[in-house]
């Protein structure tokens, strides 16, 4: 008995780790509360993660999946709403061709940048503005009703995912920063709307690297990619496999 069992741990763990490497990508989080365009504004009551991963040919047409974790770390009395998620894109898809398909809210919107012909024949661009942060790809709106004021409240995370129309894509595909038009705007990898503050009070927020806002938001190149939960996994599994042939042996 014991040696049919041995050969199939170490099959079972192969399997198992070439499922979720094929799977799940790397991932990489953004913590915002250091930039905000309202100057106005507390940037440390500004309290937000986001984090980005992509699963590969996960959705059920067979295509990438964009999964976005967003945490809204505001409280009472300084509580907050999150309202809308902005995301740069650099590759050859097609971002008008993304879907939203998971929706914990269930009346959001995803808007991609597009192209119309102006005067002349040329082409202008039309793109999810984020105020003085410049210029994004993808406009993630939580909550799109006329007269809808809610979004993620104070204190609340949820997952929402994007199908992506095809493969092969990756988490910092999305991380580049956001085109500015004058010098006076600043770029960032990624743009949060808090609305519903005290008094009213909404504001855009940027992560950045410190809290000093002379320091450049954050980038591609400052992102550091976490390990991923298929990994951890993948590790405990090839653990418990060893012991259990020490134990079978």
Known sequence: MSR????????????LFAFILATRGEAFTLTFSA?????????GL????????????AGATGNDLLII???NHTAVPNAYT??????NYTGAADPSAFTLVTDPL???ALTAGTKTAGNGNKELAQEPHAG????YDLLLDLSTPPGANDGLAAGDSATWEIDLGGTGFDALDFGPLSTTQSPNQVAGAAALKFTQGPAGDSAFVLPALTDDPRVRPNSVAA???????????????VVLAWRGRQTLG
């Open 4 to 15: 049919l069992r041995k050969p199939l741990i170490p099959a079972l763990v192969a399997g």
């Open 35 to 43: 930039f905000a365009s309202d100057s106005d504004a507390d940037v």
């Open 46 to 57: 500004l309290d937000a993660t986001l984090s980005l991963v992509v699963a590969g040919a």
């Open 69 to 71: 974790d967003l945490a």
């Open 82 to 87: 999150l309202s809308e998620v902005y995301l």
């Open 106 to 108: 269930g009346d959001g």
């Open 132 to 135: 003085g942060f410049g210029y």
């Open 223 to 237: 992102v550091i990619p976490e390990p991923t939960s298929g990994l951890l996994i993948a590790s405990a599994l």
